[in-house]
């Protein structure tokens, strides 16, 4: 049967640990990573709370003017913290195709509680532990963000040991390889559209995401996220009250020589009747990006080649693979600094 919709998987039955549950999990998320490489998961475990705390906080961010935003502005391009105003990334680019800057404004935050030392200071490690910006506005904005991240890392530490079981390994194994994980958490607002877009300009270009999997959550607002079916059409992602979006990203499909599939994804316009309407094409996401450690090489699993079935990929550090796709996608900065 094909997915002509994204299907939810109930991971309770997992994280409550009864063997037969375990699998029947683990199978079904194999279904999907094939398939599609999109699912929604119930049954989390995390608290409906801090996910919505974690929304109203970016939103509260968001509504800040301008000059305030900028108070923590990206410090460089290859430097992935701070605030990105409208159209300061294009996500299409990270595949070759350039196209104006997305009509996205964004906050990127690395990784947290970094316990500091040699590995953390070795020159392939440069750029990848840059301290976090906090603004001074809303008041909570870090506590908030730093518990959100923690659980999102944590509920990923538990996908990944479902994908392990899904591809017949120990459930420990890619452990040693996201311990000091690179994951990132990017707060997105899509505003509503008062100008038309440029011929070419969405909301996100379509790519597909760098690590092992993300984990998304947003509000229902028309002009949203679309799949692309392996067949070739599109899918609308409409996130179900309750559950996290989660796609798999490249670093899967490499490990997995293919069989599992790092989906191509956008986000669209809404319709142009509904422009200046704030109320329903205001779009607010928040995305964990699970990544692996800058040094965890990502090569074919045993499992996964053989004679009839070569390697299709070189085997690459996840820092390596980052850094291409990450430069690919700067644009020239649409604000200009503000006057010292
Ligand atoms: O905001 C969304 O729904 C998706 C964003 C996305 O795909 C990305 O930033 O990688
Ligand atoms: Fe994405």
Not at 2 to 26: N, S, T, W, Y
Not at 48 to 69: G, M, N, V
Not at 192 to 208: D, M, N
Request: a negative charge; proline letters at 9%.
């Amino acid at each position: 049967m094909k997915m002509h919709q994204i299907p939810v998987i109930d991971i309770a039955p997992f994280l409550q640990g009864d063997p037969e549950g375990r699998r029947q999990v683990a199978h079904e998320m194999n279904r999907a990573c094939e398939e599609i490489g999109f699912f929604m998961v119930k049954g989390h475990g995390v608290a409906q709370d801090l996910i919505d705390e974690t929304y109203r906080t970016a939103e509260a961010f968001f509504h800040l003017p301008l000059e305030e935003k900028l108070t923590i502005r990206q410090p460089a391009p290859h430097i992935s913290r701070g605030y990105t105003p409208l159209a300061g990334e294009s996500l299409s680019a990270s595949l070759g195709e350039k196209a104006p800057g997305d009509l996205k404004e964004m906050v990127d935050m690395g990784p947290i509680d970094v316990p500091g030392g040699e590995y953390y200071s070795r020159p392939e490690a440069a750029n990848h532990f840059e301290p976090n910006l906090w603004p001074a506005q809303p008041e909570n904005f870090r506590p908030v963000m730093e518990r959100y991240y923690r659980r999102m890392n944590r509920l990923a530490n538990d996908l990944m040991a479902i994908f392990a079981l899904a591809l017949d390994l120990p459930e420990d194994f890619f452990f040693d390889k996201i311990d000091k994980s690179l994951s990132a958490l990017r707060l997105i607002c899509y505003p509503e559209q008062k100008e038309p877009p440029v011929p070419g300009q969405l909301r996100s270009g379509a790519h597909t995401d760098y690590g092992t999997l993300t984990i998304l959550t947003s509000n229902r607002a028309v002009g949203g996220l679309q799949a692309r079916h392996r067949d070739g059409y599109w899918v609308d992602v409409i996130p179900e009250p309750g559950c996290f979006v989660i796609n798999i990203g490249d670093a899967m499909q490499v490990w997995t020589n293919d069989r599992w599939v790092s989906t191509l994804h956008r986000v669209v316009n809404p319709p142009a009747a509904l422009s200046g309407d704030a109320g329903s094409a205001r779009r607010q996401s928040l995305v964990f990006f699970h990544q692996p450690n800058y040094d965890a090489v990502i090569d074919t699993l045993a499992s996964c080649y053989g004679p009839g079935r070569p390697k299709r990929y070189d085997p690459i550090t996840f820092g390596e693979h980052w850094t291409r796709k990450w430069m690919a996608t700067k644009t020239t900065p649409a604000v200009q600094p503000m006057a010292a």
